[in-house]
């Protein structure tokens, strides 16, 4: 360890001789607009069949899931591809990607698990189906991140490493992925949930099959073949974490979330997300755990 530690000093020296003397001392540089990463949940796994807990099926929420596999190879299914994760890399799944576990090479494992909310997304759209390697650097911020989260009353330091970890995996080069093939009907979820969310209503099932060129029927019997869900409930499902979303990240009233997710009246929505969650919409806003996952 302290080998480590004089090598940083070493490195640190190094690095201060080639600063210039500033003539303008006042004057640096200027902070981008930053949107930091919150509600972070780090947590390990360590069987493959603990992989898909708590929920069956394909798991579907708001938030983003940052992998690093440590040890034993398993093929992450997103959307409608299967990638596999070697030991030593990584993978981001964002928010409202159909994702599940399969083909562990044995059932004993090590995977890091990293969950967050972030109100801007877009910086991130560009870690969307690409797997990264866990180099050095990345898996010492890593492990700063989980020390950081273990230590009670380091909220903020956690978020602010989170926030570094996100954009040094953003500047790795990606891995050129061996095999990709997909999982399910290809295309069809994916093209579902953009659809379902490029609209700040949500679109009936007729609308989407119209823009996809199928009948309603048609895409119904697609979907459930698929996905081992109907559509119907799948859509109920992206309004519900949809409203979770805004109620974690938005000072938005309850009731102009009600309407925002398509909800008849905020009685009828707070009945379908207790149904849900566990809690009512103002519980969960103010901390409270779901108990059970939307369905």
Known sequence: MSETRNARILSLDKLANLLPSP?????????APLALPDNIICFCRRSATDLNRPQRGRALHHRFVLIFALETAVTVAVDDRAIRLNPDEGLLVLPFQFHDYIQPEREDLRWLFVTFDMIDAVPLQALRFRPFVLTPVVRQTGAELVEAYL???????TSLLLAV??????????????????????GLIMQVNQLAQSKEEPLSVK?????????ASHLRARFRASCGVSLGRHLRRLRLEKACGLLRLSQRRV???AELCSFTSIYSFSRAFHTAYGVSPMAYRHGGRARKQAG
Not at 151 to 157: K, N, V, Y
Not at 165 to 186: M, W
């Open 23 to 31: 003539l303008r001392p006042l004057h640096g540089k200027r902070a």
């Open 151 to 157: 230590t009670r009353g380091e909220g903020d330091l």
């Open 165 to 186: 970890l996100l954009q040094r995996i953003r500047q790795a080069e990606p891995i050129l992925r061996r095999h990709q093939k997909p999982a399910v009907a290809p």
């Open 207 to 215: 609308e989407i099959a119209r823009s996809l060129g199928i009948s």
């Open 255 to 257: 009731t102009e979330i």
